[in-house]
C-alpha cells in the first residue's frame, strides 16, 4: 500500500488536472456559443431592420413620382394615381409582415423610430391619393420624411453598435438654365 500512497498525489494532480482542462473547455465552448448566437440575432435584426426600410422606402417613392404626377415634386418618372394604387397596395402589404418582424425583433428605441417615420410616409400617401395640389406642404411632408428615415437609421447604427453613418441628404445641382424644361 505504501506504493500507492506514494503515487497518489500525482494521481489526484492528474484527475485535478483533467477535471481543471474540463471546466476550461466547456467554459470555452459557453463562451463561443454565446458570442455566435449573439452574431446570428445581430445579423437577423439587421434583415429585419433592412427590409424594414426597403419596404418603407416603397411608398415613399411611388408617393415621389404621383406628387410629380400632381406638380408638387420634380420626380422624373410622374406616376398617375390609378397606375399607382397596385403599387401602393403591394407596398403595404410587403410592409405588414417586415413591421411584425421589426416589432419581434427590433429594440424598443428602433420601434419607435420606425413608427415614425411610416407615420409621415402614410401621411404622404394619404397626401397623393387626396390629390393635393400645395408644392410647400409636399416639401414639409418630404422633410419630415427625411428626418424620419434619419433618426431610424441612427436608431439602428445604435442598435448594432455601429458608427454613425451618413445622412443621406444629397446635394442636387442646379437646374441646367439653357437646357429646355419639360
Do not use: C
Amino acid at each position: 500500500m505504501s506504493a500507492f500512497i506514494q503515487q497518489l498525489p500525482a494521481l489526484i494532480g492528474v484527475v485535478i488536472g483533467a477535471l481543471g482542462s474540463y471546466l476550461a473547455v466547456v467554459r470555452g465552448d459557453r463562451a463561443r456559443f454565446r458570442r455566435e448566437q449573439a452574431a446570428r440575432w445581430e445579423e437577423r435584426r439587421l434583415a429585419v431592420y433592412g427590409d424594414y426600410a426597403r419596404s418603407v422606402k416603397a411608398t415613399v417613392t411611388v408617393t415621389y413620382r404621383v406628387a410629380a404626377e400632381h406638380g408638387n415634386d420634380p420626380h422624373p418618372d410622374p406616376l398617375t394615381l390609378e397606375e399607382a394604387k397596385p403599387l401602393l397596395a403591394e407596398a403595404t402589404t410587403g410592409r405588414d409582415p417586415s413591421g411584425e418582424a421589426l416589432i419581434m425583433l427590433g429594440s424598443p428605441a428602433v420601434v419607435d423610430k420606425a413608427r415614425a417615420w411610416v407615420m409621415t410616409a402614410m401621411e404622404m400617401e394619404r397626401f397623393v391619393r387626396e390629390g393635393t395640389r400645395d408644392p410647400e406642404a409636399w416639401q414639409a411632408l418630404l422633410e419630415r420624411q427625411r428626418v424620419g428615415r434619419e433618426g431610424y437609421y441612427t436608431a439602428v447604427r445604435e442598435d448594432l453598435g455601429l458608427p454613425p453613418g451618413h445622412s443621406a441628404r444629397w446635394a442636387f445641382p442646379a437646374a441646367d438654365p439653357v437646357s429646355p424644361q419639360r
